[in-house]
């Protein structure tokens, strides 16, 4: 088993970063370009940055965003909101990102993500799966788009299959559910998503405590664990995170 990787999330709003809760009651949590360096003196792995509201303002990611962060990090960043084309992905990627993350597009047009596969390499290709509970679809989980806004009536699960069959190379499932609650990744969702594809899945959304990591990845299935309010409002650091699963018996990176 490949070591478990920490991952802090940048969710970008005007400039800045931010962090709701259920995907609203936005929060300022600082500038960007010092939370990406700090994060990464503090050993962080990998970072996620997430400008929320592009899609919904239909508008493409701020790519003077991702080339300020970009310009501060030597660990890879994957960078997500708004993207909708294979241009899109080249113009961010040119910007400083190692990686970009799909969602709504993805829905809309799947024959994107098979698309970008084969230009840009399916490392570089991360399919976010955004859901909520919903008892009438097989998993009982449903899938939303438009930053959380819009239920698709489309199963979570047999979309996650889907993408790695298009070529996607990480799946990032978040549980509008859980989403900045800090009561715990939903291990439930992370779970139904990683029994069923063999990529690696990223745990998302309301990590509170040491526990929550710990149950990500022997509960869940989880490869890598994305986190942003413990880490934005210095509940936890990442070094505490990684002592504690080096404690548990989980290799870290």
């Not at 303002?57 to 890879?76: M, Q, Y």
């Not at 994107?112 to 230009?119: D, F, H, I, P, W």
Request: charged share 25%.
């Amino acid at each position: 088993m490949e070591p478990v990787k920490v991952m802090p999330c940048l969710d970008m709003k005007n400039g800045r970063v931010v962090k709701g809760v259920h995907f609203v009651d936005i929060k300022e949590a600082g500038d960007p370009v010092e939370n990406a360096a700090f994060y990464q003196a503090e050993g962080a792995d990998e970072l996620a940055m997430l400008d929320i509201a592009a899609t919904l303002e239909n508008r493409k990611t701020r790519l003077e965003w991702v080339k300020n962060v970009s310009a501060v990090l030597t660990i890879p960043l994957t960078v997500g909101g708004g993207i909708s084309t294979l241009e899109d992905i080249g113009l961010v990627l040119k910007a400083g990102a190692s990686k970009v993350s799909m969602n709504s597009a993805a829905v809309k047009n799947p024959g994107l993500v098979r698309e970008a596969s084969r230009k840009f390499g399916k490392d570089k290709i991360t399919v976010a799966i955004d859901a909520r509970r919903n008892s009438s679809l097989p998993s009982g989980f449903e899938l939303v788009v438009s930053g959380g806004t819009l239920p698709v009536a489309q199963d979570a699960v047999e979309w996650a299959k889907t993408c790695e069959s298009l070529g996607a190379g990480v799946i990032l499932p978040t549980s509008m559910d859980g989403d900045g609650t800090k009561a715990g990744y939903d291990i439930e969702y992370t779970k139904a998503i990683s029994s069923v594809v063999n990529l690696p899945v990223v745990a998302s959304g309301g990590a509170g405590k040491l526990e929550d990591f710990y149950e990500a990845v022997v509960k869940g299935g989880a490869a890598v664990l994305l986190a942003a309010s413990v880490f934005h409002f210095r509940m936890l650091s990442i070094g505490e995170v990684k002592k504690y699963l080096r404690s548990k018996g989980i290799q870290v990176a």
